[in-house]
């Protein structure tokens, strides 16, 4: 379930190593704009959940912006 109201700007951010949460540049939407074929390695990886682990363990990793908790500042 969504946890923040719709917003404006690109549909997913980033979770940073150090768990803040940030805009994408422009290299950023267009790689999550490709179309990748379900088994592609190269494909992005998006989190469902803010406190998920990436496959590789780590909190960091692209996200749905309406899954960023709403006492979270996007910067």
């Known amino acids: 379930m969504p ?3 719709k917003e404006s700007g690109f549909g ?3 979770v ?5 949460v940030r805009e994408f540049d422009d290299e950023e939407k ?9 088994y592609d390695g190269g ?3 998006i ?10 363990g780590k909190m960091s990793g692209y996200i749905d912006r309406r899954r960023v ?6 910067l």
Do not use: Q
């Open 12 to 14: 997913y951010v980033h």
């Open 30 to 38: 267009k790689y999550l704009k490709t179309e990748f074929e379900p």
């Open 47 to 56: 989190k469902r959940r803010y406190k998920s682990l990436t496959p590789d």
């Open 3 to 5: 946890l923040r109201p």
């Open 69 to 74: 908790p709403k006492n979270m500042e996007i």
């Open 16 to 20: 940073e190593l150090d768990v803040t």
């Open 43 to 45: 494909r992005p990886y």
